[in-house]
T-cell receptor, first 115, second 115 residues
Framework: AQKVTQAQTEISVVEKEDVTLDCVYE???????LFWYKQPPSGELVFLIR??????QNEISGRYSWNFQKSTSSFNFTITASQVVDSAVYFC????????????FGTGTLLAVQP | EADIYQTPRYLVIGTGKKITLECSQT?????MYWYQQDPGMELHLIHY???????EKGDLSSESTVSRIRTEHFPLTLESARPSHTSQYLC??????????????FGAGSRLTVL
């Protein structure tokens, strides 16, 4: 069975601090895809990144970086020098290989960045 | 600019009423999805469709029904709303692919409150 665990329910940081959001996944598939989405207070889910199971290379995009480690089944997300606009709920999600494309979401982490 | 539209954004309705949540996308995507988001943030897949006249139930049992008569339109209907149906409903779409997991594009959501 597939499962995504985001153990951190809420995180509060002060602006300019670095923060890491944890994501641990379970799957029996050898081909799978991992995602991070951001949900600001307005409600829509905004895509941040997709990573396939064959690509363990870490990725950096501006203040965002992602660390994918198959050995620990983790796909953690770090925000460097956090800003108030980063305040949102962040979801990690898993999709199996093939054409189904169904996303299994974690429970989300609410990030509050205080000025 | 949104390419997937959900209406209404907010709906407050009495028990027993029939409601339809509309979802339309302009991207020509074959796959469409409905997710239900609990007040505690967790997202659950309740319906999905791979194309016209194709609908499937998701991982979370739901009393709602869906239809897919046109590619761009994927409405969700509750025949008799109850307070337990109070939730946020998120519609999403993605392109069809023979392999791989494409990125889901989400609408802004419909927040339903049943009194």
């Amino acid at each position: 069975a597939q499962k995504v665990t985001q153990a951190q329910t809420e995180i509060s940081v002060v602006e300019k601090e670095d923060v890491t959001l944890d994501c641990v996944y379970e799957t029996r598939d050898t081909t799978y895809y991992l995602f991070w989405y951001k949900q600001p207070p307005s409600g829509e889910l905004v895509f941040l990144i997709r990573r396939n199971s064959f690509d363990e290379q870490n990725e950096i995009s501006g203040r965002y970086s992602w660390n994918f480690q198959k050995s620990t089944s983790s796909f953690n997300f770090t925000i460097t020098a956090s800003q108030v606009v980063d305040s949102a709920v962040y979801f990690c999600a898993l999709a199996e290989g093939g054409a189904t494309n169904k996303l299994i979401f974690g429970t989300g982490t609410l990030l509050a960045v205080q000025p | 600019e949104a390419d997937i539209y959900q209406t209404p954004r907010y709906l407050v309705i009495g028990t027993g009423k029939k409601i339809t949540l509309e979802c339309s996308q302009t991207m020509g995507h074959d796959k469409m999805y409905w997710y239900q988001q609990d007040p505690g943030m967790e997202l659950h897949l309740i319906h999905y469709s791979y194309g016209v006249n194709s609908t499937e139930k998701g991982d979370l049992s739901s009393e709602s029904t869906v239809s897919r008569i046109r590619t761009e339109h994927f409405p969700l209907t509750l025949e008799s709303a109850r307070p337990s149906h109070t939730s946020q409903y998120l519609c999403a779409s993605s392109a069809l692919s023979s392999s791989g997991a494409n990125v889901l594009t989400f609408g802004a959501g419909s927040r339903l409150t049943v009194l």
